[in-house]
């Protein structure tokens, strides 16, 4: 079945500082691949996400790139901030059986940054 | 347009009670889907419904797990005479018809004793 396999954390990072998490992928099709933050005690915030190959989500700083041949999708910041400071998940939709509102998830990589 | 909302936020329960967790949908959203998470693992999926229809819940626990979308209220996701391992953070997540972007409630965490 799909799965998500993403850099097991913890990351800590200076302010500033750039920021790499790997996220790798096994699916059937050409899922859409989303990045999900959780910021401590809330849910889970859409950051972005790409629908086909080659495509590059990004938003407030943090860029991911859609990479069939690799199946990847890291997650980078060129510049990070103390209010970064959160759990990131990398998910796809679909599973093996073609359901495409099933989101698969990794498991998750705490970032912290210090100032 | 004020996001999915759950309720409540935190849920303590004896070991046997019943829990009732509430998810109502952003405006417009008429699918809804409940995850769970457990402690440092990701999301796994629950359950898919659409207005008094349930259409996937192959990530349900066979027993004591139900969930419905009545026509009108919030979708409940229950769970009857709860045990240690059911705790957990459920999360609700909605999405228009035809989009497979979700957008997620702030969750539910539940503490059995």
């Known amino acids: 079945g799909n799965s998500v396999t993403q850099m097991e954390g913890p990351v800590t990072l200076s302010e500033e500082a750039f920021l790499t998490i790997n996220c790798t992928y096994t699916?059937?099709?050409?899922?859409?691949l989303f990045w999900y933050v959780q910021y401590p005690g809330e849910g889970l915030q859409l950051l972005l996400k790409?629908?086909?190959?080659?495509d590059k989500g990004s938003n407030k700083g943090f860029e991911a790139t859609y990479r069939k041949e690799t199946t990847s999708f890291h997650l980078e910041k060129g510049s990070v901030q103390v209010s970064d400071s959160a759990v990131y998940f990398c998910?796809?939709?679909?599973?093996?059986?073609?359901?495409?509102?099933?989101?698969?998830f990794g498991k998750g990589t705490l970032l912290t940054v210090n100032p | 347009n004020a996001g999915v909302m759950q309720n409540p936020r935190h849920l303590v329960r004896r070991r046997g009670q019943e829990a009732r967790l509430r998810c109502s949908p952003m405006k417009g959203h008429s699918h809804v889907y409940w995850y769970r998470q457990l402690p440092e693992e990701g999301l796994k999926f629950m359950v898919y419904l659409q207005k008094e229809n349930i259409i996937d819940e192959s990530g349900m626990p066979k027993e004591r797990f139900s969930a419905e979308f009545p026509k009108e209220g919030p979708s409940i996701l229950r769970i009857q005479q709860v045990v240690r391992g059911d705790s957990a953070a459920y999360f609700c997540a909605s999405s228009p018809p035809g989009e497979d972007t979700q957008y997620f409630g702030p969750g539910t965490r539940l503490t059995v004793l």
């Open positions: 699916a059937t099709g050409y899922p859409s």
């Open positions: 790409a629908t086909k190959a080659d």
């Open positions: 998910a796809l939709a679909g599973d093996s059986g073609g359901s495409n509102y099933k989101l698969t």
